[in-house]
């Protein structure tokens, strides 16, 4: 089998010629390196693609930006009102002090603002397909609607909004929804075939299973089954602890799920989630690509992929990181490592 072809295998829940080994991403390598060669040949990599547009503002948005010392301050222009922002950079990180929306008035400034839709540019998209070939599968990075509070207000100031204005919170959400809907649709026309949803995880940490239930439930499954139309893959991101929405996942129709993080990362435990769900969406994970793949030695790698293969393995399942693109070449080579260990298991099931 080719790479695309054994994680294609894998997200239609059968059993590839072995588990698949997918890094999320080249990390920080240099593309062009012989590192990043060596990743895309002999492991099965999950390559992000953005495919461009402000899907939850559009084309008409007006905004202004300035550096005042480490901070670039952007002021929104609406009808209603200026909306500041400010990141900060350092050395080290980038990140934001302070977000547009700061309460229900802010918001009702937001979505004053005239909308025309963002149009799809998967350009890069289809050159990162080209390039790999058949020894990945790109995937078009995508946010859900759940996205567009959490990208304008912060953590506390949207579970406060949650609280306080729940209709205009989901007025929000369902008009980010509409105009995800759109987007996805125009893409899948352009030919985008598969697609990284990301976003359910400021439900799952920050509002709970009525807050998903509410705001990512109904979006997402409608979201899935307009890329299934069109015969996509929905491939679903969400960190943090997930056990007990490991069946809600399910009802959103979704083909695969990452990163399942085990203890003492998240809740997961792979065999649970296996008898559970394993027959509604490909499990995907759960070798942390820091604290496991970048750090350790590869005596205990092996030994914990090899449970975790055991766990979940052999159909249904993609053997990845936490999904964070951070790793180094450290980890490329530990990946790389991996793909002998999941050749043995294969080849000890075939007896």
């Given at each position: ?84 922002s ?9 990140y ?17 603002i ?7 540019n ?82 799952t ?10 705001l990512?439930?109904p979006?997402?499954r ?21 056990d ?9 129709g ?18 649970d ?68 260990l ?10």
């Amino acid at each position: 089998m080719t790479s695309r072809e054994r994680i294609l295998c894998a997200m239609e829940l059968k059993t590839p010629d072995r588990v698949p080994v997918s890094p999320f991403t080249l990390g920080r390598l240099n593309p062009e390196g012989e590192m990043a060669k060596r990743l895309i040949r002999e492991t099965d990599p999950l390559i992000d693609i953005g495919i461009g547009g402000n899907i939850f503002l559009g084309q008409l948005v007006q905004t202004e930006s300035h550096r005042d010392g480490n901070d670039t301050i952007t002021v929104i222009h609406t009808p209603k009102g200026d909306l500041i922002s400010r990141y900060r950079r350092t050395e080290v990180t980038g990140y934001t002090v302070e977000f547009p929306c700061k309460n229900g008035e802010d918001v009702e400034k937001l979505l004053s603002i005239p909308f025309k839709p963002a149009e799809p540019n998967p350009e890069g998209f289809f050159r990162w397909r080209e390039m790999i070939g058949q020894e990945g599968l790109v995937l078009a990075g995508l946010p859900d609607a759940i996205c567009f509070p959490a990208s304008y207000l912060s953590p506390q100031d949207m579970c406060l909004l949650w609280m306080d204005e729940p209709k205009l919170m989901l007025k929000m959400v369902e008009t980010a929804a509409e105009r995800v809907n759109e987007f996805v649709e125009k893409a899948c026309k352009l030919g985008v075939d598969a697609f990284r949803i990301i976003g359910g995880e400021y439900a799952t940490e920050q509002l709970g299973p009525k807050g998903f239930n509410a705001l990512v439930k109904p979006f997402d499954r409608d979201l899935c089954q307009i890329i299934h139309r069109y015969g996509g893959i929905a491939y679903y991101h969400n960190h943090g602890d997930v056990d007990r929405f490991l069946e809600d996942f399910a009802e959103l129709g979704i083909d695969a799920l990452d990163p399942l993080e085990i203890p003492p990362y998240g809740d997961v435990d792979l065999a649970d989630a296996k008898r559970r769900v394993g027959d509604k969406y490909c499990l995907v994970g759960p070798l942390d690509d820091m604290e496991v793949l970048e750090t350790k030695d590869f005596d205990y790698i092996s030994e914990l992929a090899w449970q975790c293969l055991q766990a979940a393995g052999p159909d249904g399942y993609i053997l990845g990181g936490t999904a964070s693109g951070t790793y180094t070449e450290r980890a490329a080579e530990n990946f790389i490592r991996l793909v002998e260990l999941s050749k043995r298991f294969s080849a000890e099931l075939k007896g």
